[in-house]
């Protein structure tokens, strides 16, 4: 992870959130949308964020994941758009995170 040592006032204006969204935090509990935007920036787990563990990314990969393209290939019907691709691999990195969860929880 590259270290960002900067203002918060940057960062939100960065990531598009609302003027003290993240002072805001210290009282209220974020939404799943503004928490994803931070994790995403920064490149860790919104768990990571939250504290819930010390892993900071359950996954790795690619911008160009061909196992996703394998995932796709099994399908029988018409050929997925550019969308339905992106929402296969989310859905690829949401099962991943969630087997790494239980991993590291010992389930």
Do not use: C
């Amino acid at each position: 992870m590259v270290n960002r040592n900067f203002p918060v006032p940057f960062l939100e204006e960065r990531i598009e959130l609302g003027k003290n969204t993240l002072y805001s935090w210290k009282k209220k509990i974020p939404t799943g949308a503004n928490l994803i935007k931070v994790a995403e920036y920064f490149d860790v787990s919104t768990d990571y964020l939250l504290g819930l563990t010390d892993i900071k990314r359950y996954y790795e990969t690619s911008e160009k994941d061909n196992s996703v393209q394998n995932i796709a290939a099994h399908h029988d019907g018409e050929e997925w758009s550019e969308e339905e691709l992106e929402e296969i691999k989310q859905f690829k990195r949401f099962v991943t995170m969630r087997r790494e969860a239980r991993k590291h929880k010992g389930e």
